[in-house]
């Protein structure tokens, strides 16, 4: 329990309590983001990282990826704290609490981007930087030692989408949020696509109905 201590930071290295630690509790810190020691507590089942005023940066998902016991995460009362990353759904579907009440900036993004707009697809990304990018995602190391520094580079920066699962460059990022129901509770959450799959809730059930599975 390290509630209320003014920490901003932890140690990296928190090996030595992998198999030991099952509960943490950081409420009323001083963290901008979630702690890189973090990755190390695999056993880690409760994680509350509530009250933390100056946590505003996006969820590193990386950083909660080796957690696979994880049943709750409490990110309640964090004012400047971004949408949930759809992608820490999709990786932890044991998480059975996900606490986000009075988190104001997801309400502020969900009701932006329920603004109506016009919007403009952006290009689609050159087939050699798609190439780039599925011969970085499938580990073809073959590949890599042959690509042009710059091409290796581009395909280190390329993302997936939450979307298709292609690639999503940097310079054509499209991002989307959405309410989604997380063992009964609403969590606003946000989605990094490629291009504007869909500008409006109506557009997405439609994507849903023809050829999408929600996994959420």
């Given at each position: 329990d390290l509630r209320q201590n003014q920490l901003?930071?932890?140690?990296?290295?928190?090996?030595g309590w992998s198999q030991s630690l099952h509960t943490l509790l950081l409420d009323r810190n001083c963290f901008a983001q979630l702690p890189s020691g973090l990755v190390h507590l695999r056993s880690l089942r409760h994680l509350s990282l509530a009250r933390n005023p100056k946590l505003r940066q996006q969820l590193q998902v990386k950083l909660l990826t080796p957690l696979a016991q994880l049943e709750l995460l409490d990110l309640s009362h964090n004012p400047h704290l971004p949408a949930i990353p759809h992608r820490l759904l999709q990786e932890h579907p044991d998480l059975r609490s996900l606490l986000t009440d009075g988190c104001v900036r997801?309400?502020?993004?969900?009701?932006?981007?329920?603004?109506p707009a016009i919007q403009t697809p952006p290009s689609p990304p050159r087939p050699l930087a798609r190439l780039t990018w599925l011969c970085w995602q499938q580990q073809q190391q073959t590949a890599k030692e042959f690509m042009p520094p710059h091409l290796r580079q581009?395909?280190?920066?390329?993302?997936?989408?939450d979307?298709?699962?292609?690639?999503?460059m940097p310079d054509t990022l499209v991002r989307r949020y959405r309410q989604v129901l997380r063992m009964d509770r609403l969590v606003i959450v946000e989605y990094a696509l490629c291009r504007p799959h869909w500008n409006t809730e109506s557009r997405y059930i439609e994507l849903l109905i023809i050829d999408k599975y929600d996994f959420i």
């Open positions: 901003s930071s932890l140690p990296n290295d928190l090996s997801m309400a502020e993004q969900l009701h932006q981007s329920a603004l581009l395909g280190s920066l390329c993302g997936r989408c979307w298709c699962g292609g690639p999503v």
